[in-house]
C-alpha cells in the first residue's frame, strides 16, 4: 500500500467515515478543518482528499470500523509506515497483533507480523512494542535478522 491507495480509499468512504460517526457535512468539514464545499466534492468523489486531510482523517477516526476494515487495527501505523517509507526505531506499545496480524517468524524476544488487510510487516518485542514497520518483507527479515544478533551481542 502506499500514499496514492491510502488517499483513494479514504477518500471513496469519506461520507461512510462521516455517517459512522454520526457528524453531519458541517461537523465533519470543520473537524478536518476544510470547507463544506471541499467535503462534499471529496463525498461525491469528484475529487480526492490531500495527503493531510486523509492523515487527519485517520488520526481522528482511528477507531473507525471502516478504517480498521482498509488499513488493519493499527491504522496510524501503516501511515506512519508510508510516510517515513518504513519505520526503523522502537515505537508505541502494541495489542500484540491477535486479531489482525499473521505471525510470519519469531526468535528470541523479537517476532515479525504481517497485517492481514494492509500487507505490512512489523516486527515485534517480547513487550509488544513495535521495533521496525515497512512494506517489504525482505527488509524486514533483514532488520529482523540485525535485531537478533545485536540481541546477543
Given at each position: 500500500?502506499?500514499?496514492?491507495?491510502i488517499?483513494e480509499q479514504?477518500s471513496?468512504?469519506?461520507l461512510l467515515i462521516?455517517?459512522?460517526?454520526?457528524?453531519s457535512?458541517e461537523?465533519m468539514?470543520?473537524v478536518?478543518?476544510?470547507s463544506?464545499k471541499?467535503l462534499?466534492?471529496i463525498?461525491?468523489e469528484?475529487?480526492?482528499?490531500?495527503w493531510?486531510?486523509?492523515?487527519?482523517?485517520?488520526a481522528?477516526?482511528?477507531?473507525s470500523?471502516?478504517i480498521?476494515l482498509?488499513?488493519?487495527?493499527?491504522p496510524?501505523?501503516?501511515?506512519r509506515?508510508?510516510?517515513?517509507?518504513g519505520?526503523?526505531r522502537p515505537?508505541g506499545?502494541?495489542?500484540?497483533?491477535?486479531v489482525?496480524?499473521?505471525g510470519?517468524?519469531?526468535?528470541?524476544?523479537?517476532r515479525i507480523q504481517?497485517?492481514?488487510?494492509?500487507?505490512?510487516y512489523r516486527?515485534l518485542?517480547?513487550?509488544d512494542y513495535?521495533?521496525?514497520?515497512t512494506?517489504d518483507?525482505e527488509e524486514a527479515?533483514?532488520?529482523?535478522?540485525?535485531l537478533?544478533k545485536n540481541?546477543?551481542?
Open positions: 500500500m502506499n500514499q496514492e491507495q488517499i479514504i471513496r468512504r469519506t462521516r455517517t459512522e460517526a454520526g457528524y457535512q461537523t468539514a470543520a478536518l478543518g476544510m463544506k471541499t462534499v466534492q463525498e461525491k469528484r475529487t480526492l482528499a490531500s493531510t486531510t486523509v492523515v487527519a482523517m485517520i481522528l477516526f482511528s477507531d470500523e471502516i480498521q482498509l488499513l488493519g487495527d493499527a496510524l501505523e501503516v501511515v509506515t508510508v510516510a517515513h517509507n519505520l526503523d515505537k506499545k502494541t495489542l500484540g497483533g491477535k489482525w496480524w499473521r510470519i517468524e519469531q526468535e528470541g524476544q523479537y504481517q497485517n492481514l488487510i494492509s500487507q505490512h516486527i518485542d517480547a513487550d513495535v521495533w521496525f514497520s512494506f518483507e527479515l533483514e532488520r529482523f535478522r540485525e537478533l540481541q546477543g551481542a
